[in-house]
């Protein structure tokens, strides 16, 4: 079980499946200026792509992957999953993460550099949990069903 060695991911987890049926929902008000607004996801997106690729996990299925182009749709996709003022003009996650076999254990890695990446931006706790929560249920397009590795 690959949570089992990230022990301080399963609080954040449970609550982000429990409250994933929420996701639909607009997001709760003032969560965009809790992440610093435009510039506070710019540098979030940042802090999180230079865990992502440092991390030899994962970071060899990022090799050919057009860097400039993920951090900002990546910004545009948060500051949205955040309630503020953006347009996602990237692909949907079932078709930009189809045919990649990413496994579980993949998923996870990212979400600990995402959650690293919040941490060392100062966003409360609660704030950061409301982003994972949004990004949950993305898992069932991401997430191979039959990939292991
Ligand atoms: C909640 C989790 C995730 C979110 C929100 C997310 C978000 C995104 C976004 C917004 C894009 C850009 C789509 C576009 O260019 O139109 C993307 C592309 C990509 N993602 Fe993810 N992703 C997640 C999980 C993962 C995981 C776990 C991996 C692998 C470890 C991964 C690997 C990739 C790759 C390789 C691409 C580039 C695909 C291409 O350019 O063809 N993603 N992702």
Sequence with gaps: MALLRFPRLI??????????????????????????GQAGVEALVEEFLVRLLEDERINAQFAEVDLPNLNDRLVEQ????LGGPCTYTGRSMAESHAGLAITEA???????ALLDAMQARGIPRAAQNALLA???PMHRDIVSPRASR
């Excluded at 609080?11 to 610093?36: N, T």
């Excluded at 948060?78 to 999953?81: A, K, L, W």
């Excluded at 993949?106 to 600990?112: G, R």
Aim: with cysteine; hydrophobic share 60%.
């Design 11 to 36: 609080p954040a987890l449970l609550l982000a499946v429990a409250l994933a049926g929420c996701a639909a929902a607009p997001a709760r008000p003032g969560l965009y200026e809790q992440f610093g």
């Design 78 to 81: 948060f500051c949205v999953e």
């Design 106 to 112: 993949d998923f996870n890695a990212l979400v600990e």
């Design 134 to 136: 949004r990004l949950a």
